[in-house]
Every structure is written in C-alpha cells, then in structure tokens.
C-alpha cells in the first residue's frame, strides 16, 4: 500500500490510447506528435524506481534520464541486435557515469518524479515549477519522515499508528501551457 506508487504510476501511460492522448494534450502544451513520433518521459532521481519499459506503451512512449546527483552507470537502451548476451556501447566495468545516457529536460513531453523532500539545481521539484504541470499523482510513503519503523514496514490501520505515517506525492508531470 505504502510503496506501490512507482508501479502504480507507470500503469498510466499504458492507459493512454490514442484519443486519451489526445484529451490529455489539451490541459498541457505539448504539441499532438505524427504517426510515428513518440512522447519522451523522463525520469531523474527517481530512475532507480522505474519498474520496466513493458510499462509504457513503445509505439506512443519512449523511457529517457536526465541528469541528476546520481554519479553512477544508469542503464542503457536495450538492442535487439545484441539480445540480452551482448554488451551495449558506453559500458564500463566500473559503474562510472556514462554521459551519453543522459538528455536534456526541456526535450521531455513527461517527467516522473516524487514531488517533496530536498530539492537541488539537478533535482528539482518539478510540483513548484511553471514549467511542469501535475497531470497524475499517486500518494508515497516517506521514509525519511516517517520515523516510526513499524509504521514503514506493515499497514496497521490503527489511529495511534497512522497519525505517524508522512507521504509524498509520485507524479507524472507534463510540460504546463506558457
């Protein structure tokens, strides 16, 4: 219950047909694409918690990192023509950063990301922004504020216990009308 929303929130875009798209496209300014152009979501500090591509549907949606504090190797792009024995281009052993992962934020159609806690110049909190718009958000437990561990760990749906839990928002933002 507590923890489901990065799983949760990803459902979503699959839920988007043609026509919901289309609905969608008017409360934000992105521009309906062509037949064959996809929506880029974006993902930073929250890249860990992206459940699968099988999540977004690849005819409409393509999965892109922006930058973030996260100073490690991210995953790479998944090529048919290596299957899943060979190794993509841009791997190191080392798990250091790999900056061709990464794209530009103002090249998003959609951002994913949990909207509170600390914000930095590389993670912003896009809910404070005029430049993002929430379209869909799914309460998330905070565990960093939610200092009762029994609390974290079991749903007890007791008053004493639930007065200590602290959520955040996991959103999916789009780009807002200027």
Known sequence: MYYGAPLSIYHHFSSFSS????????????????????????????????????????????????????????????LPELGTSGIPPNMNAMNEEEPSRYVAVDTCDFMVDVSGGPATALEPNFALSQDWKAIECIPFLDSVRTTNSIARAFYIPHPVILQHLRFNQYCIFARSRQ
């Open 19 to 78: 026509e919901g798209t289309n609905v969608l496209l008017n409360s934000t300014a992105l521009i309906p694409k062509l037949e064959n152009e996809r929506y880029r979501v974006c993902v930073g500090k929250e890249w860990y918690r992206y459940p699968s591509s099988f999540f977004l549907p690849t005819d409409t949606f393509e999965f892109s990192f922006v930058e973030s504090e996260f100073r490690g190797q991210l995953p790479s792009k998944f």
